[in-house]
């Protein structure tokens, strides 16, 4: 069965960070792209991040550069999503979801998670 597990969401102050993690079972993730996904309530789905299969390619929104950080570890059949000086406009369920080719589009992803909730507060 295959199955996307994201984790590592919870509530954190402006300026805060959180790392979320997705597990993948079921499938070896070595030959897929993940992205990551943000949608907030009454919004459409966003694009947040991606990384290639091999790690070696990684593309951002422009509204995460240089504060968000996408990697993965293949042996572990994991990909993580290091968030860092966290806005409340970050506040959203993220998503994880593999597809073969990397892309900002959620229509070329075959499997996605259930999500994690992510609040930036005060």
């Known amino acids: 069965q295959v199955q996307l597990v994201e984790s590592g969401g919870g509530l954190v102050q402006p300026g805060g960070s959180l790392k979320l993690s997705c597990a993948a079972s079921?499938?070896?993730?070595?030959?897929?792209?993940i992205g990551w996904f943000r949608q907030a309530p009454g919004k459409e789905r966003e694009f947040v991040a991606v990384i290639s299969w091999s790690g070696g390619s990684r593309d951002y929104a422009d509204s995460v550069k240089g504060r968000f950080t996408i990697s993965r570890d293949n042996a572990k059949n994991t990909v993580y999503l290091q968030m860092n000086s966290l806005k409340p406009e970050d506040t959203a369920v993220y998503y994880c979801?593999?597809?073969?080719?990397?892309?900002?589009?959620?229509?070329?992803?075959?499997?996605w998670g259930q999500g994690t909730q992510v609040t930036v507060s005060s």
């Open positions: 979801a593999a597809g073969f080719h990397g892309s900002d589009l959620a229509r070329r992803y075959d499997y």
């Open positions: 079921g499938f070896s993730t070595d030959s897929y792209a």
